[in-house]
């Protein structure tokens, strides 16, 4: 079974309406993080969190959010889904121990806004 | 800020051939981490190698071999007699100390043709 898990993996929605993303992690890693990638401009951090208490804002929050259920789980929330949100998004782990920082990711989640 | 360049957007090449990916970066650090990850078309992100900035003894993995070199700001990745499974787009990453999280370059698309 995969250490990361994203789900939905696809999806489409319409402008306006509420959408929540969510990842699972069996790593067992503190750490959490939302990336969204756009073609031509690489990942772009959206929020990270490095504990259940600890959440903080990356280079493009703006029009999201997020909550740390549990150490195994970070959902992201697009309020109110605009188009140039349409973008694969990717949850990502990290430990303090083994190789510190290396990020692990999940399979992605493409996201579509119509 | 910290910054991460792959000015090669795509690179084709023909099996059996060696090819070499660029990644030059920024950094005000003299303690970060940079890192080599891959992106199958299937679209999963895989890591392949992590490297501190005290370390600059290049790495070999098989075909994979990485070139860190502090006085350039580069480090690259170069493919010993490419694959038609090494088709990927490969992505050059920064994490220092003023950045909790990873900074990516834009990527680099390989086609391998057989």
């Known amino acids: 079974d995969a250490d990361v898990t994203q789900t939905p993996r696809n999806r489409i929605t319409k402008t306006g309406k509420r959408i929540m993303l969510e990842c699972s992690q069996t790593k067992g890693h503190d750490r959490m993080y939302w990336y969204r990638q756009d073609p031509g401009l690489g990942l772009r951090l959206i929020y990270y969190?490095?504990?259940?208490?600890?959440?903080n804002k990356g280079e493009i929050s703006d029009g999201y959010s997020v909550s740390r259920q549990a150490q195994a789980k970070f959902s992201l929330s697009l309020e109110s889904a605009i188009p140039n949100q349409t973008a694969l998004y990717f949850c990502?782990?990290?430990?303090?121990?083994?190789?510190?920082?290396?990020?692990?990711f999940g399979p992605g989640t493409r996201l579509t806004v119509l | 800020a910290q910054k991460v360049t792959q000015a090669q957007t795509e690179i084709s090449v023909v099996e059996k051939e060696d090819v070499t990916l660029d990644c030059v970066y920024e950094?005000?650090?003299?303690?970060?981490?940079l890192f080599w990850y891959k992106q199958p078309p299937s679209g999963e992100l895989v890591f392949l190698i992590r490297?501190?900035?005290?370390?600059?003894q290049n790495e070999i993995s098989g075909r994979y071999s990485w070139n860190f070199q502090k006085s350039t700001s580069s480090f690259n990745f170069t493919i010993t007699a490419s694959q038609v499974v090494d088709s990927a787009v490969y992505f050059c990453a920064l994490r220092d100390t003023g950045r909790r999280a990873l900074t990516f370059g834009s990527g680099t698309r390989l086609q391998v043709q057989p």
């Open positions: 490297r501190n900035s005290f370390d600059e």
């Open positions: 969190s490095f504990d259940v208490k600890d959440i």
């Open positions: 950094t005000r650090d003299t303690t970060y981490y």
């Open positions: 990502a782990t990290s430990d303090t121990t083994g190789l510190p920082d290396t990020q692990y």
